[in-house]
């Protein structure tokens, strides 16, 4: 036995915080092959057992009479017709990727009545149901489902579901302009047949019949592609888990935040002003709620909307002021309303200025912070030491510092020094 038994690249999966989809990439080997899912639907469970293997909650992985019906059909018709394989033997050889033939198909017998030893029903089922073929370069349901319907497989109908089911059979049904009428006549015999066993009833079945099988494959969501390539290559370079993850980002809101930044940029374009980025985090949890990193228009080179602004290193601006502002609350420094200077200074060639460039003279801290005055945050940084304030964003979690203290300086409260940023990362989840 092959082990582990599947082995191929699979995409890049990631949910929001309800487990919806926020975006997926295609395999390192060109399929759309999502991660192993131990939950089958149970619209697809009755399904696919119904179509392909109707003995499968009680055979050992071999189905006897199905094997000599099989053997039956294929001498009166003088070709393979019929392979009689269940369902548990479909796992082994798509583990294995045996060729047809006798001594391949008697193999497949003995390894699937292994496989039924060391794993339940539900496990062999989960495993047909992930690695399945569904036409052109799609494996497994739950990226079938995406690809042709846009929808998870839990939201499918009787009618998309039996649609789904008779796919691995024939997986090359499913391709733009060919062969509809075929996978219609498939998929309505199978509605039949449910009907027929008392798993649906004749309403069920003939609004089934009523709807369109799938026709060519569908994009899928890309709601937070930059948090995807981060995902993607934070999971490259500490490879551990699967390749999909649960984030805590909220679908409407993340909508929300990209509906916005196209706002703004569509207006911005006009200053050549091509990136703008958004991260929106719960200041309680510190969890990421709306991640965009750039807006999303890769047929323009010129936006370079690959690029993520949010982990990309630049100057912080005004965001360590805060941070100075409570490190000398906490020490007894200064109080809200103690008087700072705002006057021209000049300090070792070194001349901050406001952003409006005046002065107040002396303005009590807390107003220097929320006017995000520069020379009083100069001033105050020159009382605590940037020595010290640097070792203070150090243990803060900072981790884009990455030269010397003297590097910065003073000019350190201002973002300046370099191109450094906040250490953002720690917010993911």
């Keep these: 036995m092959p082990n582990p038994l599947f082995n191929s690249p699979t995409s890049y999966v990631i949910d929001d915080d309800q487990g919806q989809l926020l975006g997926a990439s295609i395999a390192n080997d060109g399929q759309w092959r999502f991660p192993y899912n131990p939950t089958v ?9 119904t179509f392909e293997d109707k003995r499968f909650e009680h055979h050992p992985g071999f189905d006897i009479v199905a094997f000599s019906r099989a053997i039956k059909q294929n001498l009166s018709s003088k070709k393979v017709s019929s392979g009689g394989s269940t369902l548990t033997m479909q796992v082994i050889r798509l583990a294995t990727r045996h060729k047809r033939n006798i001594w391949n198909k008697l193999k497949e017998i003995f390894m699937a009545m292994r496989l039924e030893v060391t794993h339940s029903k539900s496990e062999i089922l989960a495993l047909y149901t992930s690695n399945a073929p569904f036409g052109t370069n799609v494996i497994g349901l739950d990226a079938a489902s995406w690809r042709y319907f846009g929808r998870s497989p839990d939201k499918l109908s009787w009618g998309e579901m039996a649609a789904m089911a008779v796919l691995p059979n024939s ?23 449910l009907h027929k066993a008392g798993i649906i009833d004749s309403t069920t079945a003939a609004l089934a019949r009523l709807e369109p099988v799938p026709d060519r494959p569908m994009t899928l969501p890309q709601l937070a592609p930059h948090l995807l390539q981060r995902f993607k290559a934070d999971h490259q370079a500490k490879p551990e888990g699967d390749t999909r993850i649960t984030s805590s980002i909220k679908s409407s809101l993340q909508q929300q935040v990209n509906d916005i930044l196209e706002q703004h940029h569509s207006l911005l374009k006009a200053n050549d002003i091509n990136n703008i980025a958004a991260i929106v985090l719960d200041v309680e949890t510190g969890a990421t709620l709306a991640y965009a990193g750039n807006i999303s228009h890769r047929e323009d080179p010129q936006m370079e909307s690959d690029v993520d602004v949010i982990d990309a290193p630049r100057s912080p601006g005004s965001t360590l002021k805060p941070l100075l502002y409570a490190a000398m609350l906490h020490d007894g420094l200064i109080l809200p309303n103690s008087l700072m200077p705002d006057v021209p200074t000049m300090i070792a060639g070194y001349h901050p200025e406001n952003f409006d460039l005046g002065y107040d003279g002396a303005v009590p801290a807390s107003r220097a912070l929320s006017r995000s005055l520069n020379v009083p945050a100069v001033k105050m940084l020159q009382q605590y030491k940037y020595e010290r304030f640097y070792d203070f964003l150090h243990k803060a979690g900072i981790t884009t510092l990455t030269k010397p203290a003297d590097h910065y300086g003073l000019s350190l409260i201002l973002g300046g020094g370099g191109k450094h940023t906040l250490g953002i990362k720690r917010c993911l989840c």
């Design 41 to 49: 639907p149970e619209k697809f469970k009755q399904c696919i057992i």
């Design 171 to 193: 997986p090359s049904l499913v391709h733009p302009g060919r062969n509809r009428a075929i996978l219609l006549r498939k998929r309505n015999s199978l509605l039949d047949r």
